[in-house]
């Protein structure tokens, strides 16, 4: 299904998996279990199924402009929160919010690439992968997110001359994550920038960037068919 609807830019096409795989997903969704074997395993099938949820409760709504719902112009957050806090998806009896998947499950395995693998389904997220993670590529699949994400100049750019670190919310928002493996955001970031620039200004010995953060967009992250 990834294959079939996600191209290689994230874009998802959401119109034609809800004509032709809405079911296919559905079924496949409720012969998982919430059972893992180490922690490979766990990563790979806990943001598949963050992702595949995500896509259904998308699926259910669609078709939206964003996750963030609007209400005469004005952000609904109620709705906005709902669609995170909301214990809608089940593995078998047992009922899940997407919040409960991302926090209680995933960060605590204390490996904050998941930020970069873990899709909310809006253009300011990480790119959709169109394949789904495996325990055996798991660890190069999330080094290649962090690699794609952080050399997306929509999501990290650094000025050199200026010495100005711009980087996506997501780095705020997940801050006590990165920094639980870096001795700050920088020091996480820079090292994986491959620019020219971003290497020349990688010494955090002798200043450390300022950071500034880059807008975020809500859009919905889907293509159209054809």
């Given at each position: 299904m990834l294959r079939r609807h996600v191209d290689g830019h994230g874009r998802v096409d959401y119109a034609?998996?809800?004509?032709d795989d809405a079911d296919v997903l559905a079924g496949w969704l409720s012969h998982q279990s919430a059972q893992t074997e180490g922690r490979q395993d766990a990563l790979a099938h806990w943001i598949n199924l963050y992702n595949a949820f995500t896509i259904q409760a998308v699926l259910q709504r669609y078709p939206i402009a964003s996750?963030?719902?609007?209400?005469?112009?004005v952000p609904n957050w109620l709705g906005f929160l709902r669609f995170f806090s909301r214990r809608e998806h089940r593995l078998g009896e047992r009922p899940f919010s997407l919040g409960e998947i991302e926090h209680s499950i995933l960060r605590p395995l204390g490996d904050p690439r998941i930020h970069f693998a873990i899709v909310c389904a809006s253009i300011g997220c990480p790119l959709l992968r169109n394949e789904a993670y495996w325990p055996e590529r798991v660890e190069a699949q999330l080094e290649d997110d962090a690699r794609r994400f952080i050399n997306d100049p929509a999501k990290v750019r650094y000025d050199a001359a200026a010495n100005l670190l711009f980087c996506s919310p997501i780095f705020r928002w997940y801050r006590v994550d990165f920094e639980a493996v870096a001795p700050s955001l920088a020091?996480?970031?820079?090292?994986?920038?491959?620019?020219?620039?971003?290497?020349a200004g990688s010494d955090l010995s002798q200043s450390e960037p300022g950071l500034r953060e880059l807008p975020y967009d809500w859009s919905l992250n889907q293509r159209t068919s054809g």
């Open positions: 034609a998996w809800k004509a996750i963030r719902p609007q209400l005469l112009g020091a996480y970031i820079l090292p994986r920038l491959t620019t020219v620039a971003a290497s």
